[in-house]
T-cell receptor
Framework: ETGVTQTPRHLVMGMTNKKSLKCEQH?????MYWYKQSAKKPLELMFV???????ENNSVPSRFSPECPNSSHLFLHLHTLQPEDSALYLC???????????FGEGSRLTVL | AQSVTQLDSQVPVFEEAPVELRCNYS??????LFWYVQYPNQGLQLLLK??????LVESINGFEAEFNKSQTSFHLRKPSVHISDTAEYFC???????????????????FGKGTHLIIQP
């Protein structure tokens, strides 16, 4: 139990589907993150939310749309994805200014 | 922007042998440094971190890492590995400088590509 819960753990979708990934943290943190993990590549930071406000968007395509309704919940809305978007999507949260991240177990996305 | 280099994508080692996983970072200013471990089908878990003070930091399961500012390195070592240490290991760095917002939180970590540690019986 890491304190960060992601659902679903696995998702298969077609390129025309719309789906959402959900993340919930039970640690009282004020910052939440989406990372993308692809094979043979470093983890890519996609979005950062501090106090529910987005503070970083690393040029992520608009087919990925984040939503952070409160400091405990984070969503990643997906639509018209491409096969190259297949990856493990990791949610994380943090509080301490040292930057330590607490990760969920990830949502494995396959785009057909 | 900072970068992290893990030169070895894969390190095979025999059980009970010592191992070193290398990590170098680009920044010459103060940084915080982390090692994370990822077991199959799981998220990343913090193994150990360096914030300040002693340059040698240890984890509860026998790993240690030494911060070397002059070489901008943070190599991970274990004197005797076990089969259960088979996993992906990620080095990461964060910038401890002033943030653009108040309160807690951070700007996220910059990760290396990871090193797959393979323990052979």
């Amino acid at each position: 139990e890491t304190g960060v819960t992601q659902t679903p753990r696995h998702l298969v979708m077609g390129m025309t589907n719309k789906k959402s990934l959900k993340c919930e943290q039970h640690l009282g943190h004020n910052a939440m993150y989406w990372y993308k993990q692809s094979a043979k590549k470093p983890l890519e930071l996609m979005f950062v939310y501090n106090f529910k406000e987005q503070t970083e968007n690393n040029s992520v395509p608009s087919r990925f749309s984040p939503e952070c309704p409160n400091s405990s919940h984070l969503f990643l809305h997906l639509h018209t994805l491409q096969p190259e978007d297949s990856a493990l999507y990791l949610c994380a949260s943090s509080w301490n200014r040292d930057g330590e991240l607490f990760f969920g177990e990830g949502s494995r996305l396959t785009v057909l | 922007a900072q970068s992290v280099t893990q030169l070895d994508s894969q390190v095979p080692v025999f059980e009970e042998a010592p191992v070193e996983l290398r990590c170098n970072y680009s920044s010459s200013v103060s940084v915080y440094l982390f090692w994370y471990v990822q077991y199959p089908n799981q998220g990343l878990q913090l193994l150990l971190k360096y914030l300040s003070g002693s340059t040698l930091v240890e984890s509860i399961n026998g790993f240690e890492a030494e911060f070397n500012k002059s070489q901008t390195s943070f190599h991970l070592r274990k004197p005797s590995v076990h089969i259960s240490d088979t996993a992906e290991y990620f080095c990461a760095v964060s910038d401890p400088g002033p943030k653009s917002y108040s309160g807690g939180g951070a700007d996220g970590l910059t990760f290396g590509k990871g090193t797959h540690l393979i323990i052979q019986p």
